[in-house]
């Protein structure tokens, strides 16, 4: 993987401090990039435990294989590629995180292991492409969970971070032929899974939420504490798509059938109707945090966190994840 380029400052102090066992000062070079490094090991794996374990094997691969490390290539590269590899060797031990089947008769529902994304763990240059708002939403981590582990790590690389070809291919231990077929094949899968998404990554994204997105979570927060099944209902859409993780499975429904669900399943009754909420963003999109509160507990307690993807102001998609026992969050435990 050879960069044609003189050797910059943070590649030599790299290479010095390989050179005399500088432990401290290699820790410094390589931690500067472990956010981006955790988001480029949660887009492969989309989940937010197993891409924090992933970057920590990234660091000991990388001080395993220090001596190797040359300067033909960035430092921030050469992580890149450890931590794809990482990855990759990670999906092959695991039977459970084969690629989704596409006969499945809704295929983006088979997605179990899928854990939302802080974005207070993001890396905080809000211009960086592995930020991009786009290429972290949930669709596009679930669509990605549709690609072989090595066409999705062609995928990430080429069309996310956009690195060339040749350097890809370096990175992979493949062909240049190899790592365009695959990429082509890659996109069209991408262009089937989110046929009303924005698709080129590379041009500039957004970041801030729109006042729509804010509002429409407001008012969704307010709907749960008034206990308003019908101002609930009013902002669902007909077509509104709901998943409940981890548990199995994605359904379209109609508003008045979703919340007739919930209801039936316990919500908005005795025990599950003292709700309080906060606004929050997760893998850059409109959250609210769901704190309950039981009739014998003082305090709202943390409990589920809503995703939501908006249309003209309306709920279009919501995935709820539990929170609870889940401090990486960031959310505080109580109100």
């Not at 989940?47 to 920590?56: I, V, W």
């Not at 990605?144 to 996310?160: C, G, N």
Request: hydrophobic share 40%; proline share 7%.
């Amino acid at each position: 993987m050879a960069d044609a380029r003189p050797l910059r400052a943070t590649e030599a102090a790299f290479i010095a401090a390989v050179h005399s066992g500088d432990t401290a000062r290699f820790a410094l070079l390589t931690e500067r990039h472990r956010r981006e490094l955790q988001v480029h090991c949660y887009r492969m794996l989309a989940n937010y435990e197993d891409a924090q374990d992933m970057t920590q094997e990234t660091f000991l691969r990388a001080w395993k294989k220090r001596e190797s490390f040359r300067g033909h290539a960035a430092l921030r590269t050469w992580l890149y590629r450890i931590a794809t590899n990482a990855c990759l060797d990670f999906l092959e031990k695991r039977n459970d995180r084969t690629p989704v089947p596409f006969e499945l008769p809704d295929p983006d529902s088979e997605v179990p292991y899928l854990q939302p994304y802080p974005d207070r763990m993001l890396p905080e240059d809000p211009q960086e492409s592995v930020v991009a708002r786009e290429t972290i939403e949930l669709a596009f981590i679930i669509a990605v969970q549709h690609l072989p582990p090595r066409q999705r790590a062609v995928f990430i690389l080429r069309d996310v971070l956009g690195w060339p070809a040749s350097k890809a291919a370096d990175a992979l231990e493949l062909t240049v032929a190899s790592v365009t077929s695959a990429l082509q094949r890659a996109r069209v899968t991408m262009r089937e899974q989110l046929p009303d998404r924005r698709l080129d990554w590379r041009s500039p994204a957004t970041h801030e939420l729109s006042n729509d997105e804010r509002g429409a979570v407001k008012s969704y927060i307010e709907a749960h504490e008034r206990n308003d099944l019908d101002g609930l209902t009013s902002l669902l859409r007909d077509d509104l798509r709901f998943a409940m993780l981890p548990d199995p499975g994605t359904v379209t429904t109609t508003a008045r059938e979703a919340v007739e669900g919930w209801v039936s399943h316990g919500l908005f009754q005795r025990g599950y109707d003292d709700w309080r909420g906060i606004t929050t963003t997760i893998n850059r999109m409109p959250a609210a945090a769901l704190y309950l509160r039981t009739p014998d507990d003082p305090q709202y307690r943390l409990f589920t966190i809503a995703v939501l993807h908006i249309v003209d102001g309306r709920i279009a998609e919501l995935t709820g994840f539990d929170a609870t026992d889940k401090p990486w969050l960031g959310l505080p435990p109580t109100l």
